[in-house]
T-cell receptor, first 112, second 111 residues
Framework: EADIYQTPRYLVIGTGKKITLECSQT?????MYWYQQDPGMELHLIHY???????EKGDLSSESTVSRIRTEHFPLTLESARPSHTSQYLC???????????FGPGTRLTVL | GENVEQHPSTLSVQEGDSAVIKCTYS??????FPWYKQELGKRPQLIIDIRSNVGEKKDQRIAVTLNKTAKHFSLHITETQPEDSAVYFC??????????FGKGTRLHILP
């Protein structure tokens, strides 16, 4: 089934660890996005991509990095996690030529 | 810069009554206005959208209106039900194919 997937769904890690949050979509969308959201609160855009080898920083400053080597895959990496990174991370995608965004189920990250 | 303001931040209505959420946007070039519903612990889901070439759109109990001159758009939910309880986000398209979201409205349907 065409969808957008995120793994892991929940992650608890210690300060200083390096982590990668995975996002994959099987809808053939060119555009992909990462948002940070405290539960039920504002959506903050942290990274986006228009296609392979394209990555841009969003409106919220983030210490994370992203890559886009394949159309369907848009992983987000934190080199050294801190308690301030505790939040929910939502991945989204959008077809080329259209503005609708489709969201993944999210990864809830807790940094101790 | 591009901005979407959303009001109110919290709204409580009696079951069966109507709910209205209002948004304003700053970029006169915006021409696409989606609304997302996010239930507790779930992902945001697109529930309805409107483009700038129409002033109103309805889908069963929900409707959106758009006033391009005033840069206002609104979500109307009629005959509210318990399952309408959620956080609702309005949005407008901005430059570079980004979507600019409002800060959200937490809607409570009271029994």
């Amino acid at each position: 089934e065409a969808d957008i997937y995120q793994t892991p769904r929940y992650l608890v890690i210690g300060t200083g660890k390096k982590i990668t949050l995975e996002c994959s979509q099987t809808m053939g969308h060119d555009k992909m996005y990462w948002y940070q959201q405290d539960p039920g609160m504002e959506l903050h855009l942290i990274h986006y991509s228009y296609g392979v080898n394209s990555t841009e920083k969003g409106d919220l400053s983030s210490e994370s990095t992203v890559s886009r080597i394949r159309t369907e895959h848009f992983p987000l990496t934190l080199e050294s996690a801190r308690p301030s990174h505790t939040s929910q991370y939502l991945c989204a995608s959008s077809p080329n030529g259209r503005a609708e965004q489709f969201f993944g189920p999210g990864t809830r990250l807790t940094v101790l | 810069g591009e901005n979407v303001e959303q009001h109110p931040s919290t709204l409580s209505v009696q079951e069966g009554d109507s709910a209205v959420i209002k948004c304003t946007y700053s970029d006169s070039a915006s021409n696409y206005f989606p609304w997302y519903k996010q239930e507790l612990g779930k992902r945001p889901q697109l529930i309805i959208d409107i483009r700038s070439n129409v002033g109103e759109k309805k889908d069963q109990r929900i409707a959106v209106t758009l006033n391009k001159t005033a840069k206002h758009f609104s979500l109307h939910i009629t005959e509210t039900q318990p399952e309408d309880s959620a956080v609702y986000f309005c949005a407008a398209n901005g430059r570079d194919d980004k979507i600019i979201f409002g800060k959200g409205t937490r809607l409570h349907i009271l029994p």
